[in-house]
């Protein structure tokens, strides 16, 4: 079960190298804009993927409703920064490699196509208070997030 919403998110610092060399962090947010956190299993698999390309797609709705997108894996930055550039993802992508923020947000899964611990799909809202809004771990990695739900969270943020 992820964490539910009302809890005050659990605050990190990730490393990312896209779009360059920075550090992820999430309370750098606070008191600015409401954040979206995209936890997915693992780069260049087909899911992940359409996700985050049809998340960069459309991510001027994001930006509309004062929110920021974070995708958050278990990969090593080095592996986002390939993936992005080959499909051209425009969000910030954070690497969990250690997996301290998925289990922080308690969405662990476990031995994934049995290779080992990833992240699972999950999607929070999260408030310029740092309070979690929205909280959503899909049944399967296979199925996505409810954007709708997300965005109308987002709109009564506003």
């Known amino acids: 079960m992820a964490i539910p919403v009302g809890s005050k998110a659990p605050d990190f610092t990730l490393k990312s190298k896209t779009p360059a060399d920075l550090e992820v962090k999430l309370s750098n947010n606070f008191g600015k804009k409401n954040t979206v956190l995209l936890f997915f299993p693992l780069a260049f698999t087909g899911v992940c993927t359409a996700e985050m390309c049809d998340i960069t797609s459309g991510l001027g709705a994001y930006s509309s409703l004062n929110a920021d997108v974070i995708g958050i894996s278990v990969d090593s930055p080095f ?9 051209k993802i425009g969000i910030t992508l954070a690497s969990d490699l250690n997996k301290t923020v998925t289990q922080a ?5 476990p031995m ?3 290779i080992g611990d990833t992240s699972a799909r999950a999607a929070f809202v999260i408030d310029k208070q740092g309070v979690v809004q929205y909280s959503e771990k899909t ?4 199925e996505l997030p409810s954007f709708d739900a997300i965005k109308a969270t987002l709109a009564k943020l506003q």
């Open 105 to 109: 947000y308690d969405v662990l899964f």
């Open 79 to 87: 592996a986002q920064a390939a993936w992005a550039q080959k499909e």
């Open 112 to 114: 994934l196509a049995g």
């Open 139 to 142: 049944a399967t990695p296979k």
